[in-house]
């Protein structure tokens, strides 16, 4: 029983922090919202106050314009202090809330009892009359605070309250004094007063309605963001996990089909060689899947390590070349490399490079027609170094960039597509590119062919030689 009721207990308070954390979030927006939108309009009620204020020394009385004039600034400079305190504000609690609240809300009282007190001076010294020039002041100010004072609805309220109060007081206490009769026109400026209070309170309530229908859509906004990281973060998860289970058992099953191909354990049924060819090439396809999954889920958790070297541009190519000349002799397409001038150096992770270039190469080779020829060729200068790769084949449409570097996404992927694939490769290709501080893009004519070519920053000729590349690379030479 006791064990229960300690669990009540906290289960209580969680609940109640958790309350008391959304209240602080929720209040941290509407007061930093409320400030910025302040700062935004500074000048904006300087030039207000200060046009005001000489209109009233010039037609009224400049000892009392100079007297309001100061008290605003006053509070111009106490609304400074607090504005430079909630922009440093970076943690939501509800004591500091409170704090904040307390600060604005003094501080309204101080701007809004000025300007008041300003309107209340010029309309006495106006005498019992039409207080156009005093009115249109607080009508002006209300209507300010209006739109931009509807962030916090305490300090609208206080805002308006004060105005409010203004508006009545100016014309009645004329009606007041005077004792003035139904049929003078004293009474219809305090009529047309409570018109224009009603319109201010309307237009305010529009104001407060559309800013807390905007912040609830933006909480709605936020929770499905949060839904949908969790949704991406449990699909990242599950394919990190799947695809290092399956990599174990596919590696053994493609180990024992490349020994039984070899010829290694004897020779190999005619009827067979074509289903175990099949086995072996399919085998190898899954194998680049997963290690494309593999290399997705290492990039969006930034966990993909580059041991960068000085490298010769030419002889990683070349290297890159010689791995995939097995794909391109299967596709029917042949790779040459054209006579390079010079040894272009770069600072780049070798092992990562070749997979680009792999990426590259057997991308034009899907793409090629039996027979066909993939150029490579390296053009430098002082200060770049480029790798065309060219082809003969399909080309790529018009505005298909995003779909040739987007994630799981093909140009053509309908289920007659001409080559398979995970849709990751090219992907890769460029933020791999990228991390080496290059840039990738492509030149294509559909029907004709397509140029890819990748940029890198070249090292000068009289550079410091660095550490050359250690030997291996622990990933599938040709991706899907």
């Known amino acids: 029983m006791f064990q229960v009721s300690r669990q009540q207990t906290t289960d ?23 400030i910025t939108g302040g700062i935004a309009l500074f000048w904006q009620r300087q030039s207000m106050f200060a046009g005001a204020a000489l209109l009233a020394g010039y037609y009224f009385s400049a000892r009392v314009a100079l007297f309001c004039y100061i008290l605003v600034l006053l509070s111009e400079a106490l609304d400074y202090v607090i504005a430079r305190q909630v922009l440093r504000w970076k943690t939501p609690t509800r004591a500091k809330a409170h704090y904040f609240l307390g600060m604005i809300t003094f501080s309204t009282v101080l701007s809004a009892g000025t300007i008041s007190l300003f309107a209340i001076l010029v309309a006495r010294e106006e005498g019992i009359a039409y207080h156009l020039t005093p009115l249109l002041f607080i009508f002006s100010a209300a209507i300010f605070a209006g739109m931009y004072n509807h962030q916090l609805v305490r ?6 309250l004060v105005y409010g ?21 004293l009474w219809l400026q305090f009529a047309a007063t409570l018109f224009v209070l009603y319109f201010i309170v309307d237009s305010a309530l529009v104001f407060l309605r559309l800013y807390r229908r905007n912040l609830n859509a933006l909480e709605a906004l936020r929770e499905e963001h949060r839904k949908t990281k969790q949704a991406y973060e449990a699909k990242s998860q599950f394919l990190a996990v799947v695809s290092h289970e399956l990599r174990t058992p596919l590696t053994s099953i493609k180990g024992g ?13 005619d009827k ?7 086995a072996q090439k399919n085998s190898h396809r899954l194998a680049v899947m997963i290690d494309d999954l593999l290399d997705l889920q290492k990039i969006e958790a930034g966990e993909m390590s580059f041991e960068k070297t000085e490298i010769d541009l030419a002889a990683m190519v070349s290297e890159a070349l010689a791995s995939c000349k097995s794909y391109g002799d299967m596709a029917g397409v042949t790779f040459r490399l054209e006579p390079v001038s010079g040894s272009p150096r770069i600072i780049g992770d070798n092992c990562r490079l070749i997979q680009v270039m792999s990426n590259l190469l057997s991308n034009a080779a899907k793409f090629s ?3 066909g020829e993939v150029l490579v060729r390296i053009v430098t200068d002082d200060k770049k170094a480029r790798i065309f790769v060219e082809d003969h084949g399909s080309g790529i449409p018009e505005n298909a960039k995003d779909k040739v570097f987007g994630r799981f996404s093909q140009v053509d992927s309908s289920d007659r597509r001409k080559v398979g694939g995970t849709g990751l490769g090219m992907n890769i290709t460029r933020q791999i590119v990228e991390k080496h501080g290059g840039t990738i893009d492509y030149d294509s004519t559909l029907g004709e062919g397509t140029t890819f070519v990748v ?9 410091p030689a660095l550490p050359t590349p250690d030997e291996g690379c622990d990933f599938a030479a040709v991706p899907a």
Request: charged share 25%; glycine share 8%; no cysteine.
């Open 155 to 160: 300090i609208l309220v206080i805002r308006l």
């Open 369 to 371: 027609d039996p027979g």
């Open 257 to 269: 089909l490349d020994i039984v191909n070899s010829g290694v354990l004897g020779d190999i049924p």
């Open 12 to 34: 209580s308070k969680k609940q109640a922090r958790g309350r008391d954390l959304a209240y602080a979030r929720l209040m941290h927006k509407r007061i930093t919202d409320y």
């Open 165 to 185: 109060i203004t508006l009545i007081y100016i014309p009645g206490r004329d009606l007041w004094i005077s004792g003035a009769t139904l049929q003078s026109h």
């Open 272 to 278: 067979m060689v074509p289903v175990l060819d099949a």
């Open 455 to 463: 940029t890198f920053d070249r090292l000068p000729d009289a550079a």
